[in-house]
């Protein structure tokens, strides 16, 4: 079973500045994938990084990149040069054996 | 691309009315869950099918069924709706069980009134 933790019910970021959103888990897999979901104000769920527990390096998608400190049970997503579009609900979601759980979303919003 | 579809944006029915909520993919896809939102809360599993005919319980089946009769197409079975299952429904794919990205329908709120 997993649990997922996400601490931060809401953030704000200034556009063009670096945000960063918390995510801790509890596990008893030894074979897990991490992933973080936006879902923007349209609900459609889309996927913004993935990573595989059993690699090292952190995952990186444009501006878009993670800490995952493994021993410690963290996953944060760092968000740089922030835009308008990055407004939305942001999720943290663990995955084994082919389901997903996922924590309670932060909402993040970008201000002009 | 991965298309995911739902029968309903926004659905209202009455207290103990039998509701179907339909999703189909169209990429092939072996796994499909269905999944309850609601604010404060995430996404909660309800209910998946990894084969045709196949199903297994999430976290929270109570007061929901489905069926799977064709492999593109999964639905969510409300026998007789309360008012406490008033959500955003979510339906998702994936490939087959490696873990690849799940690609979700754009959802259904429904409410019961």
């Known amino acids: 079973a997993q649990t997922v933790t996400q601490s931060q019910p809401e953030m704000s970021v200034q556009e063009a500045e670096t945000v960063t959103l918390s995510c801790t888990y509890d596990?008893?897999?030894?074979?897990?994938?991490l992933f973080w979901y936006k879902q923007p104000p349209s609900r459609q769920m889309i996927l913004v990084i993935r990573?595989?527990?059993?690699?090292?390096q952190n995952a990186t998608e444009n501006r878009f990149s993670v800490n995952f400190q493994k021993a410690a049970k963290s996953f944060s997503l760092k968000i740089s040069d922030s835009q308008l579009g990055d407004a939305a609900m942001y999720f943290c979601?663990?995955?084994?054996?082919?389901?997903?759980?996922f924590g309670k979303g932060t909402l993040l919003t970008v201000n002009p | 691309d991965v298309k995911v579809t739902q029968s309903s944006r926004y659905l209202v029915k009455r207290t103990g009315e039998k509701v179907f909520l339909e999703c189909v993919q169209d990429?092939?896809?072996?796994?499909m869950f269905w999944y309850r939102q609601d604010p404060g809360l995430g996404l909660r599993l309800i209910y998946f099918?990894?084969?045709?005919?196949?199903?297994e319980k999430g976290d929270i089946p109570e007061g929901y069924s489905v069926s799977r009769e064709k492999k593109e197409r999964f639905s969510l079975i409300l026998e007789s709706a309360s008012t406490n299952q008033t959500s955003m429904y979510l339906c998702?794919?994936?490939?087959?069980?490696?873990?690849?990205?799940?690609?979700f329908g754009p959802g259904t709120r429904l409410t019961v009134t």
């Open positions: 990429m092939d896809h072996e796994n």
């Open positions: 998702a794919s994936i490939e087959d069980r490696g873990f690849y990205e799940q690609y």
């Open positions: 596990t008893s897999e030894s074979d897990y994938y």
């Open positions: 979601v663990g995955g084994s054996n082919y389901k997903l759980t």
């Open positions: 990573q595989e527990a059993y690699k090292q």
């Open positions: 099918s990894y084969d045709v005919k196949m199903k």
